[in-house]
């Protein structure tokens, strides 16, 4: 079973517009690790939020905001006042395990901002 | 300042050749990897160095041999290189191996199999 579903697979909103992007995992653990990557068209990955499972308290930064919800294993994402240069794939990844760290990325959602 | 850096950044080559990357971070981390990135952007780990001791070893064709020299450096040899091949390859590190850690990610190699 896939432990980190991202089931949109491509959005495409228009500037200035509100997005989600949604992210639910699976893990039998009780401490785990939850992270969004983001991946413009350059390639390069980017760090964007660490949550642990011990918070749910959602977290803000400018434009972006993350939901982290365990009743319904959620760790959603959401961009307000979309702009172009928000374009990109945006993988959720999850680490579970004590040691020997595995991360396990989501299979990404391209987000297309249309000017 | 680079944190993660690869090279090459791109790597064009004949089925059946060697080649190596290399992969070097500058952040004093600890623990380094090397992640597969498929033509769907799916990314996928195929190894995981902690002090130049192998961690984690994904199912990889053993033709992929990750040296690590020192904890600063994970580079990556292929050997026989295939079509299937064909991939970017991303380098990243972290501070340790505890999953808390955040990882760090280099600018990846884009590798095409002819």
């Known amino acids: 079973a896939q432990k980190v579903t991202q089931a949109q697979t491509e959005i495409s909103v228009v500037e200035k517009e509100d997005v989600t992007l949604d992210c639910v995992y699976e893990t039998r653990d009780t401490t785990y690790y939850l992270f969004w990557y983001k991946q413009p068209p350059s390639g390069e990955l980017v760090f964007l939020i660490r949550?642990?499972?011990?918070?749910?308290q959602n977290e803000i930064s400018g434009r972006y905001s993350w939901n982290f919800q365990k009743s319904t294993s959620s760790f959603n994402f959401t961009i307000t006042a979309s702009q172009v240069v928000d374009s990109a794939v945006y993988f959720c990844?999850?680490?579970?395990?004590?040691?020997?760290?595995?991360?396990?990325f989501g299979p990404g959602t391209r987000l297309s901002v249309l000017p | 300042d680079t944190a993660v850096s690869q090279t090459p950044k791109y790597l064009v080559t004949q089925m059946g050749n060697d080649k190596s990357i290399k992969c070097e971070q500058n952040?004093?981390?600890?623990?380094m990897y090397w992640y597969k990135q498929d033509s769907k952007k799916f990314l996928k780990i195929m190894f995981s160095y902690n002090n130049k001791e192998l961690i984690i070893n994904e199912t990889v064709p053993n033709r992929f041999s990750p040296k690590s020299p020192d904890k600063a450096h994970l580079n990556l040899h292929i050997n026989s290189l295939e079509l299937g091949d064909s991939a970017v390859y991303f380098c990243a590190s972290s501070l340790g191996q505890a999953q808390q850690e955040t990882q760090y990610f280099g600018p990846g190699t884009r590798l095409l199999v002819l």
């Open positions: 990844a999850l680490s579970e395990a004590i040691y020997g760290q595995n991360f396990v």
């Open positions: 949550r642990n499972s011990f918070d749910e």
């Open positions: 952040l004093g981390h600890d623990t």
